[in-house]
């Protein structure tokens, strides 16, 4: 009974009005915090980060007409979800898992999505035997068909273009292991970070580049692929998406920003206040249940500094803000796995 009346408050509270004051304003988290108890919103932003820059972090464009099947898993009655889930502790040996990246200030949070979710698929399918990070600077600058770049991108053409042409490895900016590192620095669209430079808002598509950073490296031999035969939709119902985390791994998900998620601190986010902001897309890896409210566990990719050391939990079941509506993912192509070594 408590769920459904948490459910019922936050039907209302979801109906509210746009709030009158400044974005970033302090008013503006006061306002969002005493209309819900669910979370706790605090500062994130520099009170003088533009709005154009914080439209830029959201850059999901919506998918025109889809083309992935729906794929679902035969649920039995009988079969047992656990309360809560974590991918991190399911495979604990996967540590793409826990990493949480940078999109800079570029609109590329559906490439971050997409190789975030498909860096831990190939450690969970490869049996903990193949752990790469597949490079969101590859897929970002070299898909063409992706949507605009920094400017904003499309689900599903990224996981076309992993199983068409590949995707080579690399992570974050500044690391050496693997091919091509993000190359976009992250900057201090932080409150607390002053060690970073100051956001542009405008950073550009960085160019592609089929080559790695270290010149010994071969672009070619560290592709990573998808399969042509798995490319599918997950359908719009929390258990299909749970059984798919839990049987498959971590996924990539969309729903839509409004302002008052950019002050997201802890708890389970509702929407209560705030204009749209645009689509964003993000990783699912886990849900759980927090004072009687079903949630998500998601991965952002504004870096660790940024809501609950870059992680939020949203709610769960009723596809609150379309965080179930839009669920895409694949299996990686991979040879077979023994002895914990992949052949």
Not at 106 to 128: L, N
Not at 221 to 228: C, N, P, V
Request: charged residues 25%; negative net charge.
């Amino acid at each position: 009974m408590k769920v459904i009346l948490c459910l019922a408050l936050v039907a209302v509270s979801y109906a509210l009005p746009s709030a009158k004051y400044h974005p970033l304003s302090d008013e503006f988290i006061d306002a969002i915090n005493s209309k819900q108890s669910s979370w706790t919103a605090g500062r994130n932003f520099h009170v003088n980060t533009s709005v154009e820059m914080l439209r830029g972090l959201v850059g999901l464009k919506p998918t025109p007409v889809r083309t992935f099947p729906v794929r679902g898993h035969l649920v039995s009655p009988r079969e047992t979800i656990p309360d809560f889930f974590d991918a991190r502790e399911q495979w604990p040996d996967c540590p793409s898992i826990k990493e949480i990246r940078d999109q800079a200030d570029c609109g590329s949070c559906w490439a971050f999505g997409a190789v975030e979710a498909m860096s831990d698929r190939i450690c969970i399918h490869s049996k903990g035997a193949k752990k790469v990070s597949v490079s969101a600077e590859d897929l970002l600058s070299c898909c063409t068909n992706c949507g605009d770049g920094c400017d904003g991108g499309y689900l599903e053409p990224s996981w076309k273009y992993w199983v068409k042409h590949g995707i080579t490895t690399g992570g974050l900016y500044g690391e050496s292991e693997g091919c091509k590192a993000y190359s976009l620095v992250p900057c201090a669209h932080h409150v607390e970070d002053s060690a970073r430079p100051a956001c542009s808002g405008d950073p550009g598509t960085p160019a592609c580049v089929k080559q790695c950073d270290d010149n010994t490296r071969s672009y070619e031999s560290e592709l990573t692929f998808g399969r042509a035969d798995s490319l599918y939709y997950v359908p719009d119902d929390a258990k299909q998406i749970q059984v798919e985390i839990m049987t498959n791994g971590p996924v990539e998900a969309a729903f839509m920003v409004h302002e008052d998620f950019l002050h997201y601190k802890s708890g389970v986010y509702v929407n209560v206040e705030g204009k749209e902001l645009g689509g964003h897309a993000i990783k699912i890896l886990g849900w759980g249940e927090e004072e009687g409210l079903p949630y998500w566990l998601v991965a952002n990719s504004w870096n660790s500094d940024w809501g609950d050391e870059g992680y939020f939990k949203i709610l769960r079941g009723v596809d609150h803000v379309g965080i179930e509506s839009d669920v895409v993912s694949a299996l990686p192509k991979l040879l077979a796995v023994r002895d914990n070594a992949v052949l």
